[in-house]
């Protein structure tokens, strides 16, 4: 079974550029999330989905940050304009929604110059 | 308040020794979830172990076990016989609440970097 795929891996953009990162959850988890990781801290979530309703994205920064989930399954970040502050490893995770199961991807790594 | 608290920005270990890694949490949900993730410099989240709030008893899997008190809010990850390659960020995570459909986010902890001398 394939795992939690996020793309690109890395990404490295001027400020002010629009950046977008992708991910596609494991088959049939209907819960997905995006974190972002600043170096050397913890992962802070951003939004979460149920299918593809955002159920919790009090921690979107609306102003520059926008995500969907269409259709439920892939789901999209996007950041207009990048600010310095940005750069972090931004995480996918999904979840069936039972167990102790949350799977995540590798991240995309962005740095913005 | 910060809900996980991980003290040990830091650790060293002798291989083959074995080692804890603190973490308190703080919640008032009477259902939720510990977890504890190793993150390697190559940057993803692995799994480690996992402990509900109603276990009677202390989850192990394979070298790590988690040392669970319930009325002290704790959950230290303990590794046992060290190994050169467990030398990453070590991450505990919470999740409060219980799954019913919908799964709620986990909370983490800053990390501790665990190394592992020769």
């Known amino acids: 079974e394939a795992g939690v795929v996020q793309s690109p891996r890395y990404k490295i953009i001027e400020k002010k550029q629009p950046v977008a990162f992708w991910c596609n959850p494991i088959?049939?988890?209907?819960?997905l999330y995006w974190y972002r990781q600043n170096l050397g801290q913890g992962p802070e979530l951003l939004i979460r989905y149920e299918n593809e309703e955002a159920v919790d994205d009090s921690q979107l920064p609306k102003d520059r940050f926008s995500a969907e989930r269409l259709k439920g399954v892939d789901s999209t970040l996007k950041i207009q304009p990048a600010e310095l502050g940005d750069s972090a490893v931004y995480l996918c995770?999904?979840?069936?929604?039972?167990?102790?199961?949350?799977?995540f991807g590798s991240g995309t790594r962005l740095t913005v110059v | 308040a910060q809900k996980i608290t991980q003290t040990q920005p830091g650790m060293f270990v002798q291989e083959k020794e074995a080692v804890t890694l603190d973490c308190t949490y703080d919640?008032?949900?009477?259902?939720?979830?510990l977890f504890w993730y190793k993150q390697p410099s190559s940057g993803e989240m692995i799994f480690l172990i996992y402990q509900g709030s109603y276990d009677q008893q202390n989850a192990t899997e394979g070298r790590y076990s988690l040392n669970f008190q319930k009325a002290r809010k704790s959950a230290n990850l303990v590794i046992s016989a060290s190994q050169l390659g467990d030398s990453a960020m070590y991450f505990c995570a919470m999740r409060e609440g219980t799954y019913s459909g919908s799964a709620r986010q986990l909370t983490f902890g800053s990390g501790t970097q665990l190394t592992v001398l020769p």
């Open positions: 995770a999904s979840s069936s929604g039972q167990g102790d199961g949350y799977t």
């Open positions: 088959s049939g988890h209907n819960t």
């Open positions: 919640t008032s949900d009477p259902s939720y979830g």
